[in-house]
């Protein structure tokens, strides 16, 4: 039945102009079809040529002077504990061919089969290269699991990887709204949001020192411990208002330092690190090689000490002098790369 009085039509809705939405892409998932070097080749040039890293990509750091360490040599047994974008793994596995086997560990489910399809693509099939979801804390069983007695390479390039960094949902930027994770793998342990919930000022304070050398650890634990997180934002937001009276960029450096020292403690970075240490001379076949590199100072002097321990036991019949900074150019072209340290040890024969 028709109605007696038919409402007036609804008055056409007000439309917003459409914002203009720049020529770049805002969402990371647009950004990541610059990983299709082929279609994108372009795109990815001019990324490049501005000093940053294309989306979904990792520029991997200071791959001559690791080369030089770690000596590739046809049919190298190698392993590369953070295999991430497989930059330095390609490089490596085109140097042990023939006859070579590179087994690339990383603890990231997300990433890890993208890099092996990437690697296959390039031609490396299973009998050269093969991978494993695991944390390196565990490179005496994955070396044993695949039948290897010792490795002639050990390639450590530590914490996380560019993809990982600006992928706003793995919550490790401090630029990016996300939700405050930064687990590495993130079907296992706990977010960052849950440890900041649970952990007390005390121990927040002994946290951010010891990760991260934040000079205002004692404030900032007072504000931040027992209160809930969910988004990288927030956090970052909270350390702002934290600590009032600070210089913009001093805050800055300290949102840094606090997300660096929570994804540490989240990953168990130091000790997973510490673990590796250890076994590393058990990994190595005798005149083995092992490259470090670091991007932090608590990471270094772990590495320090363990290699310069190492030489003094006889273990290892060289390490490098001092640490190996990448090229002044390297560091302008690739900005990510201006914390890196490298350091190598040789296994002692017999
Ligand atoms: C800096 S990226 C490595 C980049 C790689 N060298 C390249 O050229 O693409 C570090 C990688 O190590 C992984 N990772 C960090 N700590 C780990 C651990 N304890 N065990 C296994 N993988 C780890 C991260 O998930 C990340 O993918």
Request: aromatic share 4%; hydrophobic share 40%; glycine share 8%.
């Amino acid at each position: 039945m028709p109605e007696e009085n038919p409402p007036e039509p609804p008055a056409a809705p007000h439309r917003r102009r459409k914002r203009y939405a720049g020529k770049n892409p805002r969402r990371f998932e647009e950004k990541y079809k610059e990983r299709d070097p082929e279609k994108f080749a372009e795109t990815v040039a001019k990324v490049l040529a501005s000093g940053k890293t294309p989306a979904g990509t990792h520029r991997p750091i200071m791959v001559a002077e690791i080369l030089a360490a770690l000596a590739p040599k046809p049919g190298d047994i190698a392993i590369d504990c953070t295999l991430g974008h497989g930059g330095h793994a390609k490089e490596i596995l085109a140097r042990i061919q023939p006859g070579g086997v590179l087994l690339g560990l990383d603890a990231d489910p997300i990433e890890l089969p993208k890099t092996e399809t990437r690697l296959r693509t390039l031609g490396f099939g299973p009998e050269s290269f093969i991978t494993r979801r695991s944390n390196f804390a565990g490179i005496a069983q994955a070396l044993a699991s695949h039948g290897f007695a010792g490795a002639d390479i050990v390639l450590a390039d530590l914490g996380v990887s560019s993809m990982q960094l600006d992928d706003p949902s793995r919550g490790f930027s401090v630029k990016l709204d996300g939700p405050l994770d930064m687990r590495m793998n993130p079907h296992r342990g706990q977010p960052a949001s849950a440890l900041l919930e649970k952990i007390r000022p005390d121990a927040l304070a002994a946290l951010l020192d010891e990760n991260a050398d934040e000079p205002h650890a004692a404030s900032l634990a007072a504000a931040l411990a027992g209160k809930k997180f969910a988004r990288t934002t927030e956090l970052a937001n909270a350390i702002r208002i934290a600590l009032p009276g600070i210089k913009t960029d001093d805050a800055a450096l300290s949102i840094r330092r606090v997300f660096q020292a929570l994804r540490i403690a989240v990953n168990d970075e130091f000790s997973a690190l510490d673990t590796l240490l250890r076994n590393l001379p058990a990994c190595l076949k005798p005149g083995g090689r092992a490259a470090i590199l670091t991007f932090h100072s608590g990471e270094d002097r772990r590495v320090k000490k363990s290699l310069d321990a190492g030489l003094h036991a006889g273990i290892y019949s060289a390490v490098s002098a001092g640490v190996i900074r990448p090229t002044p150019a390297e560091q302008h072209s690739n900005p990510r790369s201006v914390p890196a340290k490298l350091r190598w040890a040789i296994r002692a024969e017999g």
